[in-house]
């Protein structure tokens, strides 16, 4: 046991012989690799159960997608009853966020799954670290829990690195896409800080409790140094990473990233010690992971931009682009698929997600996004002279550009990507929420499922699950209905060839001009205006020829909404929500409440609205 009786701190010889024991890590580095080895058992076994459970639901999926209704007078069996109830409990303590809605740019709380995963992590972590002192007593202790946590803050460099990366191995297995794990690589980042903030603050405690051995471990050991600067990019990275300033300039926050994070790994193969070496195997492990991720990136990228993608640009009412990509590399993707989109005219090295609105069979193959323009890149291809709207008869901007006229731009397209919901086809009721250009998202899987069905009715197959669908669409102005007008009557008329209920519910949340106009239909539900309008006879007959419209002012109440279709849905429902921050939450609380209360298994997808 070492003991400081009897040391001379003022003589150099005896101080220095005391800090060398002191710092004997011989022992402890064996114990702090096996808490490393078992931090990776641990999430090994939760990637393991997560992808076995993943695997599962999505075989039950689609069994249920092409076996019969579930209205067909059947009882489930004991294990399927099971199932349900504890889906039900799951989601129940999983799908509802508390988060505050304004300045949720900057600061915003996960849904209550995320919450529990991540404070599970630290607790995990905390455990490997204080847990069991191997009798180690002061003030050698010291120095056995400040290397234990640096091998714990080694071992989470490949997390970190196997959660960011576009073609994660991780997302892979467990059925997640990669920007829905974004959080959770900040936080395992958050998470090294951490440990390392420990490493350092025991060690430290260590010297600073002997007179001069701080100064002399500084003087004499260079591991000091490089430690100081591998906290200080791991300190930056953090706070650079955080929502404010990670939103200034995110092609800046990037570039800097990679730059820091190269910085890192070099000043932690420096600092790591002699008697340290096999901590180095993390290090290795993390490099050569982002390589293959890089690797496979690079590579599809290159088959993608083979291809030679163009784009057509046709700025809508309402600040929003509508741009038509074709790529004869890109032939199929899913529903709710994202693509990151660049210009050069625009920007030569910016791009920007939008999610795909239209699915293969649509649109003569052709990718159909929209852009809402807020500045820089976005508001650029809005106002581009040759996609300008057409001035109408009356003065006013309505008349859309002929097709033939758009100019194409040359573009560069990543993806796509994402879409790792379920096949809404496979619920019973399904009910898809939008607000603004959040309806990409909805109206894809709409237009999937619609062509499905129909599909299915024409060859006269089995049909799917599916019996009711609802969308409902929250907008500023009427006339942004124009936007997917097409569409909505495709899929109307899909749906009515293929049996199913339809309701198209659109929300105008701002009255103006226009919406007077349209209170004044009676094909219409009457909207709160009472101003007098100019008769615009295109945009009556684009409300007119949708089947199933229901046009409202203000906003939903989603309770009624919500209650009024689950309550009588017999099998599981399917819910799809994309927009602001407050719609999501609002849904989220009220699905949870039903599901409660109701007992009803409600699948519910939450899709982040950019």
């Not at 710092?23 to 580095?29: G, I, K, M, V």
């Not at 032939?331 to 660049?342: C, E, K, L, N, Q």
């Not at 909505?488 to 749906?495: I, T, V, W």
Request: glycine share 8%; net charge positive; hydrophobic share 45%.
């Amino acid at each position: 046991m070492l003991s400081s009786d009897g040391v001379d701190f003022s003589n150099i010889t005896d101080a220095s012989n005391f800090l060398g024991d002191l710092l004997d890590d011989t022992d402890y580095q064996v114990d702090g690799n096996a808490r490393a080895r078992y931090f990776w058992y641990g999430i090994a076994a939760l990637i393991g159960v997560t992808a076995i459970g993943n695997l599962a639901w999505r075989l039950d999926l689609r069994s249920r997608k092409y076996g019969s209704p579930s209205s067909d007078g059947t009882s489930p069996g004991i294990f399927d009853r099971a199932t349900a109830a504890s889906m039900r409990l799951l989601r129940r303590a999983t799908y509802l966020q508390l988060t505050p809605t304004r300045n949720a740019s900057w600061f915003k709380i996960p849904p209550l799954g995320i919450v529990y995963l991540i404070l599970a992590y630290i607790l995990f972590i905390l455990l490997l670290e204080f847990v069991d002192d191997l009798g180690v007593t002061d003030p050698t202790w010291w120095t056995l829990v400040g290397v234990r946590a640096a091998w714990l803050a080694m071992a989470q460099l490949p997390l970190i690195v196997l959660l960011v990366g576009k073609h994660s191995l991780i997302g892979l297995l467990i059925g997640v896409s990669y920007e829905r794990l974004n959080v959770l690589h900040r936080w395992v980042a958050r998470g090294m800080f951490l440990l390392l903030t420990l490493h350092a603050g025991f060690l430290g405690t260590a010297w600073n409790r002997y007179p001069g051995l701080q100064s002399l471990e500084w003087e004499t050991d260079e591991a000091f140094r490089t430690g100081v600067a591998a906290y200080a990019i791991v300190f930056w990275m953090i706070i650079s990473a955080l929502a404010p300033l990670r939103h200034l300039s995110w092609e800046f926050f990037v570039v800097q990233h990679i730059i820091t994070f190269l910085g890192l790994i070099i000043a932690i193969g420096m600092h790591i010690p002699g008697s340290a070496k096999y901590a180095r195997v993390w290090i290795y492990v993390a490099v050569a992971l982002y390589l293959v991720e890089r690797l496979v990136y690079f590579v599809r990228l290159t088959f993608t931009i083979s291809g030679r993608s163009r784009v057509a640009l046709e700025p809508l009412e309402g600040d929003v682009t509508k741009m038509r990509v074709t790529n004869p590399r890109i032939r199929t993707w899913a529903p709710g698929s994202h693509v990151m989109v660049g210009i050069p005219r625009f920007g030569l090295i910016q791009s920007h997600p939008a999610t795909i609105m239209s699915i293969p069979s649509s649109h003569n193959g052709e990718m159909v996004l929209l852009l809402r323009a807020y500045k820089g890149f976005t508001r650029r291809i809005h106002e581009n002279k040759h996609g300008k709207l057409k001035e109408s008869g009356d003065g006013s901007s309505q008349e859309r550009q002929p097709r033939s006229d758009m100019k194409q731009y040359v573009a560069v397209i990543n993806g796509p990507y994402g879409a790792s919901h379920a096949q809404f086809v496979s619920f019973e009721t399904v009910i898809l929420i939008a607000g603004a250009t959040g309806v990409t998202f909805t109206l894809s899987i709409l237009l999937d499922l619609a062509h499905r069905a129909a599909l299915a009715a024409e060859k006269g197959d089995k049909p799917y699950p599916v019996r009711k669908l609802i969308f409902v669409w929250l907008i500023r102005k009427a006339v942004c209905i124009e936007w997917i007008s097409e569409e909505l009557r495709q899929a109307a008329s899909d749906l009515e060839k293929a049996g199913i209920s339809f309701e198209l519910q659109v929300y105008v949340t701002r009255s103006d001009s226009e919406e007077a106009t349209l209170s004044n239909s009676p094909a219409l539900a009457p909207l709160d205006s009472t101003k007098e309008a100019t008769q615009k006879p295109h945009v009556l007959n684009t409300y007119h020829s949708i089947s199933g419209l229901s046009l409202n002012s203000g906003r939903p109440t989603w309770k009624d909404l919500l209650h009024r279709v689950l309550s009588e849905a017999q099998g599981e429902s399917g819910v799809g929500v994309c927009g602001p921050l407050s719609l999501s939450v609002e849904v989220r609380k009220e699905v949870v409440s039903l599901s409660a209360h109701r007992a009803r298994r409600i699948y519910m997808h939450v899709e982040s609205f950019s």
